[in-house]
C-alpha cells in the first residue's frame, strides 16, 4: 500500500487568484467560490484568498466586470496556490508544476 508522502514545507493556506484582463467571470468566481469564502464548518485554517496582476490594481473581465485586485506578481511568491484560467495556465505552465482542477487550473510546486 503507498505511503503518503511526508510535507517537505508547512501547510501554507494562501490561495492567490492571478487575474488579467478579459477574464473569464464564471471560471474567477470558481476560484472565489471556493477558496474565498470563510468556511467555519470545515474548521480553522482554511484558506486564505487574495487576487494579483500583472499591470495595475485593476483589470477588466468579460461582460463589463472589473476586478480591482490585492496587488502584484509578488503576491504568487508567498502564495500556496496559485489559481488562473486553464487557457492562461496552458501559456505559462513549466514541467515543474502540475496541474488539477477543470475549469480553473490550480498549480504548485511538486
Known sequence: MPKP???????????VALAY?????????CAAEVFGLPRPELGPGWYRFETSAAKGRKVSGQYGISVRVDGGLDRLVAAGVIAMSVPLLLMVIGRRYMVAGLTFGVIREK
Open 21 to 29: 484582463d478579459g477574464l473569464s467571470a464564471f471560471e474567477f468566481s
Open 5 to 15: 508522502a511526508n510535507r517537505a514545507r508547512p501547510f501554507n493556506p494562501l490561495v
